[in-house]
């Protein structure tokens, strides 16, 4: 039997609503350790988990993020509590400040080269440009507004 096609899902702004934690790298002091320790409290987006139940019925589920390798046990507990499927979860390492769109493109392909990536999902405009240009297939998660400071994050840090 052959193995099932990848549905690949980003968490921040995808998946799980960040807005509640962002206070705490809003402004000059970025308190990163607050921002990434409020994460277990993010509540679901309910159009994207729908996107991926309904996307586990024909694809195998894996995650690409750009939170830190040191979330991944929150992360992991945050997945399962929500009742989204197991799956893959690929992090940025916990040194890594490249920009997400660097990144997470460099993760995916890590992911396609051990099988199609039927769709992937992302939030961020600039990750799913390159994604795009790649040549893989996009779904742009837009069910959440554009929050400037998550992007400076994304971008600019290198954070999340």
Known sequence: ????????????G?????????HHIDGRRRDWDAFFAAAPGDPPLARGVAL??????????????????RCRRDTLEWLARHGLPA????????????????????L??????????????DDDHQVCDAYEAAGFPVVRAGWTAAEPVLE??????GRT
């Open 152 to 157: 400076e994050a994304q971008e600019r840090e």
């Open 14 to 22: 995808t998946l799980a609503d960040v807005r509640h934690r962002l």
């Open 87 to 106: 799956g893959r979860l690929l992090m940025r390492g916990d040194r890594d400040r490249r920009p997400a769109r660097v990144v997470k493109l460099e």
């Open 108 to 121: 995916l392909r890590r992911l396609a080269g051990e099988g199609t990536v039927a769709l992937v999902v």
């Open 1 to 12: 039997m052959a193995p099932r096609s990848l549905a690949v899902f980003d968490l921040d």
């Open 52 to 69: 991926a139940l309904s996307s586990a019925e024909r694809h195998e589920l894996a995650y690409v993020t750009g939170r830190p390798e």
